[in-house]
């Protein structure tokens, strides 16, 4: 079956950085796009991120852009978020997310903190 486990997540000062990692299983994740979404406490989901199957530039919400850059690594069926100048509106909990087979997969989550 279909499982993602998000890694990385911790508590940053504001102007840090840190990388998320989702790892894969369970289908062909060389030929599926990738996402990565958040859920900051009180609000609703989010969309951040998303690469094509073969990777290359992403595409970003505007809030992020030009601070994170999403990867992927299709020999380790895995995907990565690399978070640069943190800022205490990026916490939330993270999420990677695939449609596959008509149906949306998501991860248990990792919480990212930016706090001083």
């Known amino acids: 079956q279909v499982q993602l486990v998000e890694s990385g997540g911790g508590l940053v000062q504001p102007g840090g950085s840190l990388r998320l990692s989702c790892a894969t299983s369970g289908f062909t994740f060389s030929t599926y796009a990738m996402s990565w979404y958040r859920q900051a406490p009180g609000k609703e989901r989010e969309w951040v991120a998303s690469v094509t199957s073969t990777g290359g530039s992403g595409i970003y919400t505007s809030s992020v852009k030009g601070r994170f850059t999403m990867s992927r690594d299709n020999a380790k069926n895995t995907v990565y978020l690399q978070m640069n100048s943190l800022k205490p509106e990026d916490t939330a909990v993270y999420f990677c997310?695939?449609?596959?087979?008509?149906?949306?997969?998501w991860g248990q989550g990792t919480q990212v903190t930016v706090s001083s």
């Open positions: 997310r695939i449609l596959y087979a008509g149906h949306v997969y």
